[in-house]
């Protein structure tokens, strides 16, 4: 006797999600002392509700600044010096009779300001964009684009004044102002007893000694704003951690809205077993055995040979349910064999629907041969 061997795939389901409905009104009164899901911070996300500070951009930029006046500094200085200069000393060849000469003259100097400023410019506008980069990626969403009513509401505005993220942000702008105005006086006191000596440098001197006066100003500004923006990112983080906080029925309908009610996913489970039991059964009394081990276990087997490769599992159970089998079986006289090692190995490496292995293929047909014989058949 000979059978091919065949595998069964598993069927798969799929579970119905439900659109998520805010249950604010819901959870009124309940204190929100639950870390925010991760649905919830990207749907925060994706309204440009992120943990941002911007004294890190701004403290970037004055890195820059530094970095700047240090390396290309007296070179700028030098250019802006060269057209002031050229246009003082060809001022008298200079005619601005028309309009067209006098807008000729200014896109002139306009294209060479820019051409001498492009060094400045160039790396705070990397400076910045690399201070928001850092904290929060590169992602446009539109509805953080949006316009919003709330935004432009006069008395929303007034609320967010005085709210305590209004008071934070004045604070922090009054230490601005207090740093930079403190610093620029302690820096420039330092250097009061030279001031009455400028009258008599020349360009360059002048040049040396306000960049230095400048540098300084900026180089402290820096320090003070490394540790203003090291804590202002702290608070952001903070105060979004809080922004995000969930009531645990918020978390619990969030979990049902995602995942399903519990209660309904383990009934639906209930009647699938129920409807995959009520199946099973029905097929024991299309099987040509039952073999158990005798009582624990037992495992129906059917085969038509002009229409199946191998005996096929049509039920099978342990416990009540191979009791039931064996019970069905004897309703409809279908013949029940112990064999204890055959039961165990069918039922440890077989499914429901599965062909026999072929490792099997003996020992089953000596099974079906003995009650082939029983039914008065005369061979497989």
């Known amino acids: 006797m000979s059978w091919a061997g065949c595998p069964s795939t598993p069927s798969t389901c799929s579970r119905p999600c439900r659109k998520e409905k805010d249950s604010v009104a819901e959870n009124s009164g309940q204190e929100r002392t639950e870390k925010g899901t991760g649905k919830r911070r990207s749907e925060a996300r994706k309204r440009g509700q992120v943990a941002n500070s911007r004294e890190i951009p701004a403290t970037l930029i004055l890195l820059a600044a530094l970095a700047v006046f240090h390396f290309a500094g007296a070179q700028v200085f030098e250019q802006c010096a060269a057209l002031v200069s050229g246009i003082f000393q060809n001022l008298h060849t200079i005619r601005l009779n028309t309009i067209t000469s006098a807008s000729a003259l200014a896109a002139d100097l306009f294209q060479t300001v820019i051409v001498i400023l492009l060094p400045f410019f160039v790396p705070f506008l990397l400076a910045g964009l690399v201070g928001n980069v850092a904290q929060i990626g590169f992602e446009v969403h539109g509805e953080a684009l949006s316009p919003k009513f ?20 004045l ?89 399903g009610d519990p209660k309904v996913k383990a009934r639906i ?26 009582t624990h276990l037992a495992i129906a087997l059917r085969f038509k040979s002009d229409e199946m490769p191998a005996p096929r599992v049509v039920a099978k159970g342990a416990g009540t349910i191979a009791e039931r089998i064996r019970e069905t079986a004897r309703e409809h006289n279908i013949p029940i064999v112990e064999n204890k090692p055959l039961a165990q190995t069918l039922f440890k490496m077989t499914e429901l629907g599965d062909y026999i292995p072929v490792d099997l293929y003996r020992a089953v047909a000596e099974v079906l041969a003995y009650v082939y014989r029983l039914k008065g058949k005369v061979s497989l």
């Open 150 to 169: 709330s935004k432009m509401n006069p008395i929303a505005g007034i609320k967010r004044i005085f709210s305590l993220r209004g008071l934070v942000e």
């Open 171 to 259: 604070a922090k702008s009054s230490l601005k102002i207090l740093f930079v105005g403190g610093i620029a006086y302690a820096v420039i006191s330092g250097y009061l007893k030279e001031f009455p000596a400028l009258v008599r440098w020349d360009l360059w001197a002048l040049w040396n000694f306000t960049a230095e006066v400048a540098f300084k100003i900026i180089f402290y500004v820096f320090l003070a704003m490394l540790v203003l923006s090291a804590l202002d990112y702290l608070y952001q983080r903070w105060q979004y951690e809080e922004s995000l906080k969930m009531t645990k029925q918020e978390v619990t309908d969030e979990h049902k809205q995602s995942e």
């Open 269 to 294: 489970r209930s009647l699938q077993r129920q409807t995959a039991y009520h199946r099973m059964m029905a097929e024991v009394p299309k099987a040509d055995v039952v073999i158990t081990n005798p």
